[in-house]
């Protein structure tokens, strides 16, 4: 008994520190719900419960009322603005708009055009012009306007039209924004429009779900940005579908367990994380439909958003449809004594503006490459992303210097490339003509891979010590090959020393340090013997990043490759000062500006978006997709949009599952060759955190990836600076990526001889056509 009250007291502390603490509305809400469910499990069905699921009078309910542009309850379409190229109207009786080019008479509708199945009941959803999910504290639903009591109202702005939205029912009201844009139009949703006015809260909203939709019976498909990119085409017989694409750009936030995990439990060590999948590293979405279509570019907001490709058939409605959803309040499960699993939204909204600006293409820009190519344009015109300029593609050779294995009693460090080892192997390749080398050295701090970061110094004496490594940088840099350090400072390893996880680490929802491991990859359950924290970001740039500049410049290194950065983007939730993602990604590119500025050069890995136009080099870039059972083909939007602007390597050549055709796929997409390689044999990597590296002893793998190189170069040497005007599939397992410079290469996966306009192309292996100018 005694036990049961000092559990209840405890209980009852930390129910008055969360209630003390932002989320303190949010808990509150949960407890309502908790309660509504106990009353619903005992068969009674209470007025809070009524209010929790409705957040609102249910005699309120009805059709929104539509107000025309001139105060009336009008049903005109009316111009709302011009270009010279293209022409808005908005519709009074829907409360949506629509475009028009006048050259060609073509129409971009915000609703399906083609309903034709579509039941009654239906018609009101696809012809929405937004649907809104909020909360009360339990779960999100969602809604949309002409399901709410409340009103519509228009109003002229400069350049388009703004639609007010006032839920009575909800107490919920916000505003919509359309500009027409050169190539297009722009929707913006005013994060001073949106006012809460009872205990129903915001959590997304996502405008214009249904713009530019198909339906199956039409020619076209839906691109989503699934790695490398990603195709659903329209048919009328397909699968039935259950499932749609719902990813959030540049991944999930790990201060959330519910956005990497697909299970979370009160033992986190019983956690099992999500399924392996492709990252959504661009904010871009897109359909074509028939000799038109459209690319989303999510311009502000992105850093909170999911992208949606929704296939015919799912929820019963026959309507092929993507857009993007913008993230207001985030949610978590924690658990709070006995009480079992509770929800948990955040209590305060993200704060910003949320902006997704539509090109429209006609033609044979209506593609995935005239999305990619308008995609680049964009990053050009409007990012200011400049060319990163190669005179001559590299072979970019990654050198594992040591890993520490930790032992029954103590530790052991293995070393695995010493910098003279790694001085020979620069030789040996240049024995084989490989002479334009980019050389990353992993694991050349003190303690190897791993070791003692976010902490880098002294470099690690057995490798050769500070006087070894500036030997190898001179030495290399004597032969024009530019030296990186891979840097880590994003998840610290350090068990000890000046890292201190309670100042450093980022915090959950539960108010504690998160504690991260690596999951099995067979159960996806926690692999034991591994758990690591994640650093606040701005700890990582001021503490830790900035006091180690000087050290690098000193050795004269040509630039860091800073590990996770470009693909790791979180918040922390820590009370006395949250941070949220839109903050990360400032602060991820300071590190790399500062990095750049300092030493000349930073490469990243994954490369998100946000690393355009600071990244000099990325590594590990997407290259496929997830197959997900509604996906007909995977292409590569991302290196038709990156190609002759930032270099980019995939997989290492001496990890591939496949080797020739992932070599293959390296020449069809425009990819730098990478090899990771070793002077010791990998088998003494067992037991360590590296044993991933599976095979890599440069003994073995040094004429090989020489070969392949030479292979590689043959083509892509004549396209390095270039960017990408086509590509696509010209028979079963045959694939042609044209660049600007007139360049055609045709690669073949199949077991057969093909012939393409003349030019034989021998199985497994690839031609190269030269032709006239391109875009």
């Not at 498909?221 to 750009?249: C, N, T, W």
């Not at 390597?649 to 591939?656: C, D, H, M, T, V």
Request: hydrophobic fraction near 35%.
């Amino acid at each position: 008994m005694l036990k049961r009250i000092a559990r209840i007291c405890f209980h009852t502390i930390l129910i008055g520190t969360l209630l003390g603490a932002a989320l303190s509305y949010d808990f509150k809400l949960t407890q309502e719900a908790k309660r509504a469910k106990a009353a619903r499990d005992a068969g009674v069905k209470t007025e809070k419960e009524t209010f929790l699921n409705s957040c609102t009078n249910t005699n309120d309910e009805g059709p929104i009322q539509m107000v025309g542009l001139d105060g009336r309850s009008s049903k005109e379409v009316k111009k709302v603005a011009s270009n010279g190229s293209l022409v808005m109207y908005y519709d009074e009786s829907k409360g949506m708009v629509y475009l028009e080019s006048p050259a060609t008479g073509k129409r971009w509708y915000t609703y399906p055009e083609n309903q034709e199945g579509i039941a009654s009941h239906q018609k009101p959803i696809v012809e929405n012009p937004v649907t809104l999910r909020y909360t009360q504290g339990t779960s999100a639903s969602p809604t949309y306007p002409y399901k709410e009591a409340g009103t519509l109202t228009p109003a002229l702005i400069d350049g388009g039209v703004r639609v007010n939205y006032k839920l009575i029912s909800l107490g919920i009201s916000f505003a919509m924004e359309y500009k027409l844009t050169p190539d297009g139009f722009e929707v913006n949703v005013p994060f001073d429009s949106i006012v809460e006015e009872n205990k129903c809260k915001v959590v997304s909203v996502e405008p214009l779900p249904y713009f530019g939709s198909g339906h199956p019976s039409e020619n076209g498909f839906v691109f989503y940005p699934d790695g490398a990119g990603a195709l659903m085409e329209f048919k009328k017989e397909h699968l039935e579908y259950y499932d749609q694409f719902y990813q959030s750009i540049y991944g999930g936030d790990e201060a959330f367990d519910s956005q990497t995990k697909s299970v979370v439990t009160k033992n986190p060590k019983e956690d099992i994380y999500s399924d392996p999948q492709e990252r959504v590293a661009l904010p871009v979405f897109g359909i074509k439909r028939g000799d038109q279509g459209f690319v989303g570019i999510v311009t502000e907001g992105e850093h909170d958003a999911n992208i949606i490709a929704a296939p015919s058939g799912y929820q019963n409605v026959d309507i092929y449809r993507s857009s993007v959803e913008f993230m207001y309040r985030s949610s978590d499960s924690i658990f709070i004594g006995d009480s079992g699993e509770v929800p948990f939204f955040q209590g305060t909204m993200l704060e910003g503006e949320r902006k997704v600006r539509y090109v429209l293409l006609e033609g044979d820009k209506s593609g995935y490459v005239g999305m990619a190519q308008a995609y680049r344009d964009h990053l050009i015109k409007d990012k200011g992303v400049k060319p990163v300029r190669q005179e001559q593609l590299p072979l970019r050779l990654h050198l594992v210097g040591g890993v520490v294995r930790d032992e029954i009693i103590g530790s052991t460090y293995i070393g695995m490339t010493t910098f003279a080892q790694a001085k020979e192997t620069i030789d040996r390749f240049a024995a084989q003509g490989v002479n334009r080398l980019e050389l990353v050295l992993e694991g050349w701090s003190d303690g190897g891979v791993y070791g003692k970061q976010p902490q880098h110094f002294p470099v690690a004496g057995k490798l050769g010590g500070d006087d070894g490594l500036t030997s190898l940088i001179e030495y290399a840099k004597s032969k024009q090959i530019p030296v990186y350090l891979d840097a880590n400072y994003v998840l610290p390893f350090a068990p000890k020393g000046d890292y201190r996880a309670s100042r450093d680490a980022i915090y959950g929802m539960k108010r504690e340090v998160l504690t991260f491991y690596d999951p099995h990859p067979a159960t996806l359950q926690v692999k034991r013997g591994t758990s690591y924290h994640m650093l606040n970001p701005g700890v990582a740039v001021n503490d830790y990043l900035k006091p180690e500049l000087a050290r690098y410049a000193e050795l004269d290194v040509s630039g860091l490759r800073l590990n996770y950065m470009g693909e790791k983007l979180y918040s922390d939730l820590r009370v006395s000062s949250p941070l949220y993602r839109k903050q990360t990604i400032g602060l991820w590119q300071e590190a790399m500006e500062l990095t750049r500025k300092q030493l000349g050069s930073v490469a990243v890995t994954g490369g998100n978006a946000y690393t355009f136009g600071f990244a000099d080099r990325i590594d590990g870039a997407p290259a496929d997709s997830s197959h997900y059972t509604y996906e007909d083909a995977t292409v590569p939007f991302y290196q038709i949009a990156l190609h002759g602007l930032i270099p980019y390597s995939s997989e290492a050549g001496n990890l591939r599952e496949d080797p020739k055709k992932s070599f293959l796929r390296m020449v069809e997409y425009g990819a730098v060759p990478k090899y990771q390689l070793t002077h010791e044999n990998s088998s003494k990597l067992k037991r360590t955190p590296m044993d991933g590296l599976f095979s890599s002893e440069a003994d073995t793998w040094l004429e090989p990836a020489a070969e392949e190189y030479r292979k590689a170069a043959e083509a892509l040497n004549k396209v390095v600076d270039a960017t990408i005007t086509g590509h696509e599939r010209v028979m079963q397992d045959v694939y042609r990526t044209t660049y600007s410079n007139g360049v055609t290469i045709v690669v073949n996966y199949g077991q057969l001889s093909r012939t393409v306009n003349g030019v034989t192309v021998s199985p497994g292996g690839f031609s190269v056509v030269q032709g006239g100018s391109g875009r």
